[in-house]
């Protein structure tokens, strides 16, 4: 898994990923998750786009980090999400409390008039 950071605004920041969201990659999602929130961005949206696929495990660090950014009164969100990420999402249900936006664009359009 590969990642890159952008940060948009104070408070809000966008992980993007890329390959193959594994039981290997679980771990660096989960920190760098954690990393963003402890630097005080407390929206935070991981960006799917450039994901072939994604298991159990890095579902776990995404909704430990959603638990993680709503106790700061903050928020997790995913956007672009492919076919293959987002059968597993229907497949878990998760696609309820974790539902994809097209775009980044679209996923922080309310955090820009709060």
Do not use: F, Y
Request: glycine share 6%; hydrophobic share 45%; charged share 15%.
């Amino acid at each position: 898994m590969e990642t890159q950071t952008c940060v948009t605004m104070a408070s809000v920041a966008v992980l993007s990923c890329a390959g193959r969201l594994n039981m290997a990659a679980a771990s660096a999602l989960n920190s760098s998750i954690n990393d963003l929130l402890e630097a005080g961005h407390t929206r935070i949206v991981v960006d799917l786009a450039n994901v072939s696929s994604i298991d159990s495990s890095c579902l776990g660090a995404l909704i430990a980090g959603l638990k993680k950014a709503r106790h700061v009164n903050g928020d997790l969100r995913i956007s672009g999400a492919q076919s293959a990420v987002l059968a597993v999402l229907s497949l878990t249900n998760l696609d309820r409390v974790l539902p994809n936006h097209e775009t980044v664009e679209l996923a922080t359009a309310d955090w820009v008039t709060d």
